[in-house]
């Protein structure tokens, strides 16, 4: 991979907004938070725009200004009516859109490149005003599509008046970025079947996971696992979101096969379904479960390790709306996966091109069962499958080879405003 060197004509500064950020634990934050810090490193001045934490977190509030690694974060208030219920979350995204765009009304933020994240889902909205009044450029960072997941998950029907008005917003601000950047193959696929003329901008970047701060640890060495005693027995992970849009029951179903097996489950996380399956174990007496709140990111070396399977899944009928993040620390923990999806979904074809793990159609909660009662027998066929996704992450999923592929996409987008002049230099020749 070459070495992208950049040579400034003049500032090029970048305005992020996005309403999770660290010490958020939302993934997208944390990946927001990572992927500033290497534009900062190739002079890009960015400002990130942000929330109070309000989705995950251990603390009420942060510094409102502060300087991170370069970046200059700015928060404002979040509102926490209702955290967990769609309504409240709607609530308080619609208010963070309308505190963004009154500070983006500082001529200051009108000079910069604008990069919105889904984070609220209507924020890409935000954008396109800007570059209506201002004719500011923008760059779309889509995590979820929107209103698709609300009318995948019968928030709100198909015909009705909000779901067309939004797809209408969504294709305005789809011609008019400068760039899309996607998660997935069929991430782009769902855009394009609604708005075909935005294909010669959209770019599928995978997310990644750091693989200096996730590393293979023993069970033996780790003391996650030997505090919530998982060093003596098989443990199945599945840490982050259990939201609405996450399969829960096959793994729940898989539970119930292998009660009285010595195998334990472990969920790491909060989400919409969490209550859900805590109530199901209780009632159903399963006690090889055991339910865990989020853990700080200094623990995530250990709490992702402190597994022999870690699990993904996304429920029927949202492929290409959400990409679980998740499945990228899971190749950087060295475990097998499994992951319980559709049958088009882009990761059945990474776990066949990483032959690290095995892919169950929603609902298959004995076909899960079968393969965690193989792995536990075998042990070097496990430790094989996690050795290749380990591999699998470092030769792709890294955080230097996504952000330089970010790096390619905002390089195109000042190049166009006229703000920089693209150097291109081999690795070697950096050095110097």
Known sequence: MRQLSILLKANAQLTVLTQFFPPDYAA????????????????????????????AFDRQEAPRQEIVHGVRVYRTRTSRLWPRRIRGRAIGGLLYCIRSFF????????????????????????????????????????YDLYPDVAVTLGVVTEKSLIVRFWR???RLTWRHAKAIVVLSPTMKQRILDVCPEASG???????????????????????????????????VLYSGNMGRCHDMDTIMAAAMELRGEPVRFVFIGDGAKRQQCVELA?????????????QPRQNLPYSLTACDLSLVSIDR?????????KFYGCLAAGRPIAAICEPHSYLRGMLVEGQCGQAFDNGDGQGLAKFIRSLREDARKANGM??????????????????????????DCFVGEGVLAPVYVSKAESRK
């Open 28 to 55: 997208t934050g944390q990946l927001v938070e990572e992927l500033t810090r290497s534009f900062c490193r190739n002079n890009i001045g960015v400002h990130v725009f942000t929330g109070q934490p309000g989705y």
């Open 103 to 142: 500070k983006l009304l500082h001529p200051h933020y009108r000079k910069a490149l604008l990069l919105v994240t889904t984070e609220p889902p209507y924020l890409p909205v935000v954008a396109y005003i800007m570059h209506w009044l201002f004719n500011q450029p923008y760059v779309c960072l889509l």
């Open 168 to 170: 209408w917003l969504n």
């Open 201 to 235: 901008k959209i770019e599928v970047i995978h997310n990644w996971a750091d693989p200096n701060l996730i590393r293979p640890i023993p069970k033996a060495d780790n003391w996650f696992a030997q505090q919530h005693s998982l060093d003596r027995v098989f443990t």
């Open 282 to 294: 209780q009632r159903l007496q399963l006690s090889n479960c055991l339910f865990l709140p989020y």
């Open 317 to 325: 009928h949202v492929e290409g709306l959400v990409a679980p993040s």
């Open 386 to 411: 996690g050795e290749r996704a380990r591999s699998y992450l470092m030769n792709y999923y890294t955080p230097e080879q996504c952000a330089y592929r970010y790096l390619q996409v905002m390089m």
